[in-house]
């Protein structure tokens, strides 16, 4: 199955490879580099990755949303959020990061479902669409074929956690023992929330 | 000053972006990706970066060396570890994630230092240089100039300890909460030393 990170201008860089750490372990996943023209796409903190453009893309698969600066702007860019919708509603699973869950939200495929976003975003993330069940204290939140985690960091925890519904608690630990990585699996502790 | 992040073919993802999520946060660092010959360098988890070439770079800053599987062949490229060792040297401050300490270790600049690595390749990184004075259980080790750390995530926990020594606690904590990173910050507490 193709895991798509879907890439824009200003992504937040762990937002998008703090999971793909965790999804390149799993064999059955091929994991592809996207936006929505292809090329050369920079991340806040200056990384240029080449992508593959979304029209190239397999969208039946599971679709990863970063966070990140640019989302201020693309939250209003409606052929954005188009192809986006279309994406989303192809996709197997759903995840995204931080305030990734602001473009989720605007999709409106989040209507009536939970999710979270960044604590320090959170007033922003709530009010692109306030027909989302918005859960402030939670690392991340599953719910249907959405996975939407906190700020940054929280989607490596999140990543493990998806792991562990589709492969099993042996294999997400399997994996944070691989990364040296001291996995919060606990979706509901969520120590940023005020 | 610039933060060198010396990239190489087959690259552990996190080992770089990890680090980079929090040096990316300090306004006084200027965050370069750069590889021996420049070009598209592909991580071991599919992402192709593009990159400047180390002739091109200015060396006297900090380098950021990650690891992967990349390092496997790179500790016997001998142009190539000479390439790094005139980067090491010129460095103000070398910082190591993984097995990225073999290829400097494989310099010899470690020799007589105090270095960790990866738990998993420790007998491996050990066996390139029998002079540096390996510790087996920390979750990184600053020796002078030279920062190493364990695997993969612990590079992100050596990073913020590294603010936290040049810009103070505070700074390192607010980066950390910016991040939603809980944040190991004690470079004894190793949960995956044997």
Avoid: H
């Avoid at 039946?60 to 966070?67: A, E, M, N, R």
């Amino acid at each position: 199955m193709d895991v798509n990170i879907l890439l824009f201008p200003d992504f937040e860089t762990l937002d998008a490879f703090g999971p793909v750490e965790v999804l390149g372990s799993i064999e059955q996943y091929k994991l592809r580099y996207i936006s929505v023209s292809g090329g050369t796409i920079t991340s806040r903190q200056g990384i240029r990755v080449l992508t593959e453009s979304i029209k190239d893309a397999d969208s039946y698969g599971i679709l990863l949303i970063p966070g990140g600066r640019g989302t201020r702007s693309l939250v209003n860019d409606i052929k954005f959020i188009e192809k986006l919708s279309d994406m989303v509603i192809k996709s197997k699973y759903c995840l995204s990061v931080c305030t990734g869950s602001a473009l989720l939200a605007k999709t409106g495929l989040l209507d009536n479902k939970e999710a979270t976003s960044n604590k320090k975003a959170f007033e922003w993330v709530k009010s692109i669409n306030t027909d989302v069940l918005w859960i402030e204290k939670a690392r991340w939140v599953a719910d249907q074929k959405y996975y939407t985690s906190s700020g940054v960091s929280a989607g490596i925890d999140m990543a493990l956690g998806f792991v562990a519904e589709r492969f099993g608690m042996n294999e997400a630990q399997k994996i944070a023992e691989q990364i040296e990585y001291i996995w919060n699996s606990d979706p509901n502790n969520d120590p940023f929330a005020v």
